[in-house]
């Protein structure tokens, strides 16, 4: 029996944070061995958020994301990866979904509305809007049947399922509905100065997230800065909402670890803050350490990456131009 697909994207519109890493990036060498997986680097998603950049330095963030990718574990001999904007049937396939997508549905995506709220006094681009019917075209086009994605990218992804049944429904089974595959349990790193919103890799505030590529220092810094709480004494215990910055760590660290929340609870029992922050440091430091030294050998062999990238596009295609051939087919029928 063939495998399941599993399709996931990630926008190379910055390095990627420790909140990345332990909601999805961590698992996908679980995925590997499970599924044939697809993983996208969306350039063209990067576009709608991405200030008038240089081409040299989206190209950059691109073979960054990429050797990060590889030093994460993702593998190119078991898995595709490649580049959104080399494989056209994307586009393609986007606009034919536009038809099956209405505007009351878009509008009432959160993600657009926050995106339009951050920007109040510049104009909106159609991009930003229409950007959960490339998502659906990048998964149907691989007859998907799992995406991981984290909870921020839920509604998107109901969407793309609500999209693909009415297609199904005018034209016969033609696209998979894909399922969401929640990022472990519902993990959720928020920022570290302000616990009550998510860790982000545009955050304009840079202690609030820490990235794969920080350096140990600001690693460090970044770490005992973050916001905790005046419990006297300390109490390292999970509560969201009287104690969101000692549950975001507590969160942290569990996902690091494997270790359960409530074990933690235990063993950090009376502990003081800067005791838990030491203890975090030194797992993160070693995750971290380790994924840099490989990250910094692969973003060196520039051929290779582009390498893997060509060879990834042209599984790509393959894959799904026969999707693309086949709605095609039905619409000119
Ligand atoms: N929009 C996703 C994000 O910002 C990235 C993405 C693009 C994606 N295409 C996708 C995720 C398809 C899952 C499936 O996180």
Redesign the pocket.
């Known amino acids: 029996m063939s495998k399941s697909i599993l399709?996931?994207?990630?926008?190379p519109?910055g390095f990627l944070t420790i909140g990345n890493y332990c909601g999805t990036i961590n698992r996908w060498t679980e995925f590997q061995k499970k599924y044939l997986c697809f993983f996208?680097i969306?350039d063209l998603?990067a576009l709608t958020i991405l200030p008038k950049k240089s081409k040299e330095s989206l190209n950059n963030r691109i073979l960054d994301t990429l050797a990060l990718y590889l030093s994460c574990g993702v593998d190119p001999s078991k898995s595709i990866i490649f580049l959104?904007s080399n494989v056209y049937q994307h586009t393609q396939l986007h606009w034919i979904l536009s038809n099956f997508s209405y505007f009351g549905e878009l509008s009432r995506m959160t993600q657009f509305k926050y995106k339009v709220n951050l920007n109040q006094n510049s104009p909106i681009n159609l991009s930003l809007f229409s950007?959960?019917i490339?998502?659906a075209a990048?998964?149907l086009l691989y007859q998907?049947n799992f995406?991981?994605?984290?909870l921020?990218?839920k509604q998107?992804?109901e969407l793309?399922g609500t999209i693909a049944r009415r297609f199904n429904k005018r034209y016969g089974n033609i696209f998979t509905i894909p399922s969401i595959i929640l990022n472990n349990v519902g993990f959720k790193i928020m920022a570290l100065q302000n616990p009550m919103k998510k860790m982000s890799k545009s955050d304009n505030n840079l202690n609030n997230s820490i990235f794969l590529l920080d350096s140990i220092d600001s690693i460090r810094i970044k770490l005992y800065k973050s916001l905790t709480d005046s419990s006297n004494p300390p109490e390292v215990k999970y509560d969201q909402y009287n104690k969101p910055g000692i549950s975001n760590l507590l969160v942290i660290l569990s996902s690091l670890t494997g270790k359960k929340i409530s074990d933690l609870e235990i063993e950090f029992n009376k502990c003081t803050y800067q005791y838990f922050k030491k203890s975090l440091l030194d797992i993160l430091l070693e995750v971290i350490l380790k994924i840099q030294k490989s990250y910094f050998f692969f973003r060196k062999d520039i051929h290779y990456l582009y390498d893997i990238l060509r060879l990834g596009a042209e599984n790509a295609r393959i894959h799904s131009e026969k999707t693309l051939c086949q709605v095609q087919n039905i619409l000119n029928s």
């Open positions: 399709f996931t994207g990630v926008q519109s996208c969306s998603h959104q950007y959960p490339l998502m990048d998964i998907t995406v991981p994605v984290g921020d990218q998107h992804l793309v």
